[in-house]
């Protein structure tokens, strides 16, 4: 039987599944270290999505403030954090980009996902945590968006009016291939199960995705950036 090597400090996640192989706990740690781990850096009002991401097999998200939480680097989620009123302390910020971290993990977990981001131009030239800061955010935009199974597009600003003007949209699909929506505003955010509203949502993102620049494009557009940088 294996055994967790003694003296040595590994990440928590690393831990749970060196735990995993010993105790043949088949899953079981895992899924609590996720539920516990995510639970304490998350807004109760978020925690919901959050755990229907887990198990999505769509999942699409359009954001016009700033870069989705899924594709942030934790450079730039430190400079969100560390603006955000009312301050947080130290160990409050911590604990949020913990969660942001470990929600990431989807991409290793979900290879069979179907996942979109459109994202507003405007969103990508803003200098969030600076300069430097920027870089490595495109650099992270480039890496995580190239497995076929994640789409990415850039709504460019010379395009004037679009279907989602009126804010961010994500949405997902769980594997009983139920719809589920989530629209987030100032302190807080509306979770949706209404098929006619999810209907409509899914109408604005359909129209979406033509209007924003395709992938390739998208992508040359994030080279571009980059080399302003």
Same mark, same amino acid.
């Given at each position: 039987?294996?055994?967790?090597?003694?003296?040595?400090?590994?990440?928590?996640?690393?831990?749970?599944?060196?735990?995993?192989?010993?105790?043949?706990?088949?899953?079981?740690?895992?899924?609590?270290?996720?539920?516990?781990?995510?639970?304490?850096?998350?807004?109760?009002?978020?925690?919901?999505?959050?755990?229907?991401?887990?198990?999505?097999?769509?999942?699409?998200?359009?954001?016009?403030?700033?870069?989705?939480?899924?594709?942030?680097?934790?450079?730039?989620?430190?400079?969100?954090?560390?603006?955000?009123?009312?301050?947080?302390?130290?160990?409050?910020?911590?604990?949020?980009?913990?969660?942001?971290?470990?929600?990431?993990?989807?991409?290793?977990?979900?290879?069979?996902?179907?996942?979109?981001?459109?994202?507003?131009?405007?969103?990508?030239?803003?200098?969030?945590?600076?300069?430097?800061?920027?870089?490595?955010?495109?650099?992270?935009?480039?890496?995580?968006?190239?497995?076929?199974?994640?789409?990415?597009?850039?709504? +460019?600003?010379?395009?004037?009016?679009?279907?989602?003007?009126?804010?961010?949209?994500?949405?997902?699909?769980?594997?009983?291939?139920?719809?589920?929506?989530?629209?987030?505003?100032?302190?807080?955010?509306?979770?949706?199960?209404?098929?006619?509203?999810?209907?409509?949502?899914?109408?604005?993102?359909?129209?979406?995705?033509?209007?924003?620049? +395709?992938?390739?494009?998208?992508?040359?557009?994030?080279?571009?950036?980059?080399?302003?940088?």
């Amino acid at each position: 039987m294996a055994s967790i090597e003694q003296g040595r400090r590994f990440p928590p996640r690393v831990f749970v599944e060196r735990a995993e192989e010993v105790l043949d706990a088949f899953g079981a740690l895992k899924g609590v270290y996720k539920h516990v781990g995510r639970e304490k850096g998350l807004a109760s009002w978020f925690r919901q999505w959050a755990e229907l991401e887990e198990q999505a097999i769509s999942l699409y998200t359009f954001e016009n403030r700033v870069v989705p939480g899924l594709l942030q680097t934790e450079g730039y989620a430190r400079g969100l954090f560390s603006v955000r009123l009312p301050l947080l302390d130290e160990p409050e910020i911590e604990a949020m980009i913990a969660a942001l971290l470990e929600r990431q993990s989807l991409f290793a977990d979900r290879p069979n996902t179907a996942f979109s981001f459109i994202v507003e131009e405007h969103v990508l030239r803003r200098e969030t945590g600076g300069g430097a800061v920027m870089r490595q955010q495109i650099d992270h935009f480039l890496e995580v968006t190239a497995p076929r199974n994640l789409e990415f597009q850039v709504m +460019p600003m010379n395009r004037g009016a679009h279907a989602c003007l009126d804010g961010p949209i994500r949405l997902t699909e769980s594997p009983e291939n139920e719809w589920f929506a989530y629209c987030e505003a100032q302190r807080g955010g509306r979770f949706a199960v209404d098929p006619k509203t999810i209907s409509v949502l899914h109408m604005h993102y359909a129209k979406l995705r033509s209007q924003a620049l +395709p992938p390739a494009d998208s992508r040359r557009v994030l080279e571009q950036m980059r080399g302003a940088l």
